[in-house]
């Protein structure tokens, strides 16, 4: 009976000891680190270690991943623990996005740059590119997206290949299209990786070279040479920049009347996006391996070109959390596919060119193509 009475005691005197949290604190903690818990289960490493190894379950079913021998398995786990870390350290730098799991969760940085990305010489334009004349800014609209115009194809995956770059081309030239036609056409991200070799030629070792990268101005400079690009369907993306080069000119679907350079202030920017269409984008894209949605706005980001997107429209206000005002944004289409951010799509702060978004914009036009259709 002593026995149990001293048993009692002990568990009532451990019970005391436990510090007693209310629920207002644990609401706060919340909204400190409002999506921290999507990453980790916990905040100390053994909790994270746990967590990475639930999640790393989870990450394997949802995007089908499958490695040739456990000790890939167990190599591509530890660099999956890493990128959990690393999620929860973008978490806090950049906290009006959401960070997580993605697709690319399981790939170091290194890997990440080398298979997705693959802007090449993209530290700044040429010095004899065609600069967009200034336009009026005093009646822009406080809210535009180009997909509620008719201007913007689905969102594509550039898979495992460099070709980010091809993708801001196309999705440019399509929308300079659609205003210049009616017609929205999905145009040829292969051709552009298979025949663009164009180069730069203030910059050594800059030319378009397929996966391994190239440079959007560059692309429109082939495309102008070429007469223009076949549509997707008659010259379908493999993912691949093995093969010969295909163009047959008498299947073109769109063609460049001529392409200029934005001017980095982001009026004119905005200016540029509501009366010429989409325009390709190059950014830094290092907070984007872990995005999972929201405005991305990060307190310290480098301007380092190595990724090229499509800017498709901005918002003037976007939801952060309670602790921080309404971020203005810009909208990226990006092409890593709709499982990727919010439905493909990178929501990014506008007003202090964010990881370099405004510094490399070009806008183009279209011929008034007669489009080829099988």
Same mark, same amino acid.
């Given at each position: 009976?002593?026995?149990?009475?001293?048993?009692?005691?002990?568990?009532?005197?451990?019970?005391?000891?436990?510090?007693?949290?209310?629920?207002?604190?644990?609401?706060?903690?919340?909204?400190?680190?409002?999506?921290?818990?999507?990453?980790?289960?916990?905040?100390?490493?053994?909790?994270?270690?746990?967590?990475?190894?639930?999640?790393?379950?989870?990450?394997?079913?949802?995007? $089908?991943?499958?490695?040739?021998?456990?000790?890939?398995?167990?190599? +591509?786990?530890?660099?999956?623990?890493?990128? &959990?870390?690393?999620?929860?350290?973008?978490?806090?730098?950049?906290?009006?996005? #959401?960070? $997580?799991? #993605?697709?690319?969760?399981?790939?170091?940085?290194? *890997?990440?740059?080398?298979?997705?990305?693959?802007?090449?010489?993209? &530290?700044?334009? !040429?010095?004899?590119?065609?600069?967009?004349?200034?336009?009026? #800014?005093?009646?822009? !609209? =406080?809210?535009?997206?180009?997909?509620?115009?008719?201007?913007?194809?689905? @969102?594509?995956?550039?898979?495992? /290949?460099?070709?980010?770059?091809?993708?801001?081309?196309?999705?440019? &030239?399509? =929308?300079?299209?659609?205003?210049?036609?009616?017609?929205?056409?999905?145009?040829?991200?292969?051709?552009?990786?298979?025949?663009?070799?164009?180069?730069?030629?203030? *910059?050594?070792?800059?030319?378009?070279?397929?996966?391994?990268?190239?440079?959007?101005?560059?692309?429109?400079?082939?495309?102008?040479?070429?007469?223009?690009?076949? +549509?997707?369907?008659?010259?379908?993306?493999?993912?691949?920049?093995?093969?010969?080069?295909?163009?047959?000119?008498?299947?073109?679907?769109?063609?460049?009347?001529?392409?200029? @350079?934005?001017?980095?202030?982001?009026?004119?920017?905005?200016?540029?996006?509501?009366?010429?269409? !989409?325009?390709?984008?190059?950014?830094?894209?290092?907070?984007?391996?872990?995005?999972?949605? =929201? @405005?991305?706005?990060?307190?310290? /980001?480098?301007?380092?070109?190595?990724?090229? @997107? &499509?800017?498709? $429209?901005? =918002?003037?206000?976007?939801?952060?959390?309670?602790?921080?005002?309404?971020?203005?944004?810009?909208?990226?289409?990006?092409?890593?596919?709709?499982?990727?951010?919010?439905?493909?799509?990178?929501?990014?702060?506008?007003? +202090?060119?964010?990881?370099?978004?405004?510094?490399?914009?070009?806008?183009?036009?279209?011929?008034?193509? #007669?489009?080829?259709?099988?």
């Amino acid at each position: 009976m002593d026995r149990i009475r001293s048993l009692f005691l002990l568990v009532v005197f451990s019970l005391l000891l436990v510090p007693y949290v209310s629920s207002e604190t644990l609401a706060a903690e919340s909204n400190d680190q409002p999506l921290i818990r999507q990453v980790v289960d916990g905040s100390g490493d053994g909790d994270l270690l746990l967590g990475a190894e639930h999640h790393f379950s989870l990450f394997k079913r949802r995007y $089908g991943k499958s490695y040739a021998s456990q000790e890939e398995h167990d190599y +591509r786990f530890q660099i999956f623990n890493n990128n &959990l870390r690393r999620a929860k350290r973008h978490q806090k730098l950049d906290p009006s996005a #959401t960070h $997580g799991v #993605t697709q690319f969760s399981d790939l170091t940085p290194h *890997e990440f740059r080398r298979t997705v990305l693959g802007l090449r010489g993209g &530290l700044r334009l !040429p010095s004899d590119a065609n600069k967009a004349p200034i336009l009026p #800014t005093d009646n822009l !609209p =406080g809210d535009f997206d180009w997909r509620d115009h008719g201007a913007v194809g689905p @969102v594509k995956n550039q898979g495992s /290949c460099g070709s980010c770059w091809s993708f801001s081309t196309t999705g440019a &030239l399509e =929308g300079a299209h659609f205003l210049a036609t009616g017609e929205l056409a999905s145009l040829s991200e292969q051709q552009l990786v298979d025949c663009d070799h164009e180069c730069d030629p203030e *910059e050594k070792g800059s030319c378009d070279s397929g996966c391994n990268g190239g440079l959007m101005n560059s692309a429109f400079e082939y495309t102008l040479k070429a007469g223009g690009l076949m +549509r997707e369907e008659d010259y379908p993306y493999t993912g691949t920049d093995r093969g010969t080069c295909k163009f047959d000119k008498t299947k073109i679907a769109a063609s460049v009347a001529n392409f200029s @350079v934005v001017s980095l202030d982001e009026d004119q920017i905005a200016a540029n996006l509501v009366k010429n269409g !989409p325009l390709a984008v190059a950014i830094n894209a290092v907070f984007m391996q872990t995005y999972v949605g =929201g @405005v991305s706005c990060p307190y310290i /980001c480098s301007k380092r070109l190595d990724h090229g @997107v &499509l800017l498709v $429209g901005y =918002g003037s206000a976007g939801y952060a959390p309670i602790r921080m005002k309404d971020k203005p944004y810009w909208i990226i289409k990006n092409s890593w596919g709709e499982t990727w951010g919010e439905n493909g799509y990178y929501k990014i702060c506008r007003g +202090r060119n964010i990881c370099g978004v405004d510094s490399m914009v070009s806008t183009v036009a279209a011929a008034h193509t #007669t489009s080829h259709k099988s």
